[in-house]
């Protein structure tokens, strides 16, 4: 099995704060940003020279394109706002508050695309954790969205656990999708990264966010995978008795 381990106690990876991985974020924003844009502006040129000659099936491609292009434009704003949102945790922020509690307000949220998909999630026994309840909900919900959203030919089923390590407690989100290759592990949780692995693509914020917020509550997240044999991504939150 191929995996990529962190062992829970070890030195958290700081969050991004420098300069250069700023400038960085910003480019790669910026390029995704601009991609939809030039398509939009491109299929309303065509639509405007085409506008005086009756062609609809013409006129209904570009409009899907422009459809599209803005859809995806709203996807990225909501990504960057709640990644602005991530970078501004605050410790006054933390209480103490069920685990289970927050899987369920996420369960919530997405009880719609979970149902179209017929996804099942299965969960253990959670604990209480001290933290931002907002925030530790949307990693919930996001890993659940990544785990429905890359999924294989199978119907999604997802399994949630949590176990006490040290001074820590890890959590465990598995997945019985397509799987990662090894160099990918990684890779995956940076910023609009496009990857094509175990034919999903994986392109957003959804794990770049989830990993920013558990670092800013001083914990750590990676993944572990194995191509066909479905992903589990864990995070650790420390834990306080």
């Keep these: 099995m191929a995996e990529h381990r962190n062992q829970a106690a070890g030195p958290a990876r700081a969050p991004m704060t420098s300069s250069q991985e700023l400038g960085g974020f910003l480019q790669r924003a910026c390029h995704d940003l601009r991609t939809p844009l030039r398509a939009i502006r491109a299929h309303a040129d065509l639509l405007l020279r085409n506008s005086g000659t009756p062609h609809p099936e013409a006129s209904g491609t ?63 026994d959670l604990p209480r954790v001290h933290g931002d309840p907002d925030r530790l909900s949307q990693v919930f919900e996001n890993l659940l969205t990544n ?69 800013r509550h001083g914990g750590r997240m990676w993944a572990e995978s194995e191509v066909g044999a479905g992903s589990t991504f864990l995070f650790t939150i420390p834990a306080r008795d």
């Design 62 to 124: 570009h409009l899907n394109f422009i459809v599209e292009g803005t859809r995806r434009l709203e996807l990225l704003a909501e990504g960057l706002s709640n990644y602005s949102v991530a970078l501004r945790i605050e410790e006054s922020s933390f209480r103490s508050v069920p685990a289970d509690l927050l899987l369920r307000a996420a369960l919530t949220k997405l009880g719609k695309e979970l149902a179209e998909h017929q996804a099942e999630v299965i969960c253990g």
């Design 147 to 215: 785990a429905v959203r890359h999924r294989g030919d199978a119907i999604p089923r997802v399994r949630v656990a949590a176990e006490k390590q040290s001074t820590w407690w890890r959590f465990a989100i598995r997945d019985n999708g397509p799987g990662v290759e090894a160099e990918y592990l990684e890779r995956i949780f940076n910023p609009f990264e496009r990857l094509r692995s175990g034919g999903i693509a994986a392109p957003g914020l959804g794990l770049t966010i989830s990993r920013e917020i558990v670092e």
